[in-house]
């Protein structure tokens, strides 16, 4: 059983920035593929961002291009989530997930592992 663990969530005000961590401690990432996602109260998860197994492509929902980052350190088995000049409604659990198992980057279904998440708040 693969384990993610998410970190760096917490409160923010808009405009900040916070950025968040997901490990997984026994399992090699370097061979499959990444994801960030999101689920706030009442709405269905969505993709966030995306990255290749070796970190050199990176795909991201429009409502965050240019203000997140996705990158990954596959010597640490860490991937990450840079979130810049964040909105209200950015705020929701963010989960990592791994092992893309399908075609689309950012679509939750087509993930197979998955973290417990990390709760994100930005106020205005």
């Known amino acids: 059983q693969v384990q993610l663990v998410e970190s760096g969530g917490g409160s923010v005000q808009a405009g900040g920035s916070l950025r968040l961590s997901c490990a997984a401690p026994?399992?090699?990432?370097?061979?499959?593929?990444m994801g960030w996602f999101r689920q706030a109260l009442g709405k269905e998860r969505e993709g966030v961002a995306a990255i290749s197994s070796g970190g050199g492509s990176t795909y991201y929902a429009d409502s965050v291009k240019g203000r997140f980052t996705i990158s990954r350190d596959n010597g640490k088995n860490t991937v990450y989530l840079q979130m810049n000049s964040l909105k209200p409604e950015d705020t929701a659990m963010y989960y990592c997930?791994?092992?893309?198992?399908?075609?689309?980057?950012?679509?939750?279904?087509?993930?197979?592992?998955w973290g417990q998440g990390t709760q994100v708040t930005v106020s205005s």
């Open positions: 997930a791994a092992a893309r198992i399908g075609v689309g980057w950012l679509a939750p279904e087509n993930y197979r592992y």
């Open positions: 026994g399992y090699t990432y370097s061979s499959v593929s």
